[in-house]
Nanobody, 117 residues
């Protein structure tokens, strides 16, 4: 069982930066690949980024590639999403999720990111 809590969201102007954090409980955190997703009002939830359990492999959605960076600190049970050059279309609730055996089984409650133009 893994419990996830996101933080770091807020209001930022276009072109600005935010760093989201996801704190995980449980001693088996390092066994999970982790992902970030987002959901904008009236839209379906979409994939943003993923990092392997070791942190050596990362994958990004095309819409954020080159602007967002996912990382993790297994010693602290934390996953980060550094978001630079933010755009109004990045406005959404951002969720972190844990993938233990091929599916994202555990989700956080989300943190709101609002980018003003």
């Amino acid at each position: 069982q893994v419990q996830l809590v996101e933080s770091g969201g807020g209001l930022v102007q276009a072109g600005g930066s935010l760093r989201l954090s996801c704190a995980a409980s449980g001693r088996t955190f390092s066994r999970y690949a982790m992902g970030w997703f987002r959901q904008a009002p009236g839209k379906e939830r979409e994939f943003v980024a993923r990092i392997s359990w070791s942190g050596t492999t990362t994958i990004y959605a095309d819409s954020v590639k080159g602007r967002f960076t996912i990382s993790r600190d297994n010693a602290k049970n934390l996953v980060y999403l550094q978001m630079n050059s933010l755009k109004p279309e990045d406005t959404a609730v951002y969720y972190c999720a844990a993938d233990g055996i091929g599916s994202y089984d555990y989700w956080g409650q989300g943190t709101q990111v609002t980018v003003s133009s």
